[in-house]
């Protein structure tokens, strides 16, 4: 599995992070869950990576955990793994740029939670174990 996952805190407000994460990476789903408590949005894109000849997905997910702060979690998958099931950083840049575009063009400072390589689902952070165990 070739899959690169982040997660990070990012301080801006829900709406702001949501709209413009949307805006440039949703190019194939967006949509918020709201409740009384907070709001969550899944934003779903695709970008073609020449280096591995074929399509890379990225699944977004932005969660409100106050007024000024959001937690935004990216991850890439799918598409090819290059020659020898090597993925020449292509989903690992992937998964950055979300990171990269909020820091560097829109100016929001973040911090980095989680850093995973070569991500899959025995390779979920601790607290999302624990939160998942009773389901999978």
């Not at 990012?10 to 702001?16: C, K, N, R, T, Y």
């Not at 789903?29 to 280096?51: H, M, P, W």
């Not at 000849?53 to 990216?74: F, G, L, M, N, W």
Request: charged fraction near 30%; proline fraction near 1%.
């Amino acid at each position: 599995m070739a899959g690169h996952y982040y997660r990070v805190e990012v301080f801006a407000p829900f709406d702001l992070v949501f709209k413009t994460l949307a805006k440039n990476f949703g190019n194939i789903y967006a949509n918020v869950f709201e409740s009384k408590d907070s709001r969550i949005g899944i934003i779903s894109g695709e970008e073609y990576f020449l280096r591995i000849d074929s399509d890379v997905a990225i699944t977004i997910i932005v969660r409100e955990k106050d007024e000024k702060t959001t937690i935004v979690e990216s991850f890439s998958y799918a598409g090819g793994a290059g020659l020898m099931r090597i993925s020449w950083g292509a989903h690992k840049d992937y998964a950055q740029r979300v990171i990269n575009f909020l820091y560097f063009k829109m100016k929001i400072k973040v911090k980095i939670i989680d850093d995973i390589d070569y991500f899959d689902v025995n390779k979920l952070p601790q607290d999302i174990k624990e939160k998942v165990s009773q389901y999978i």
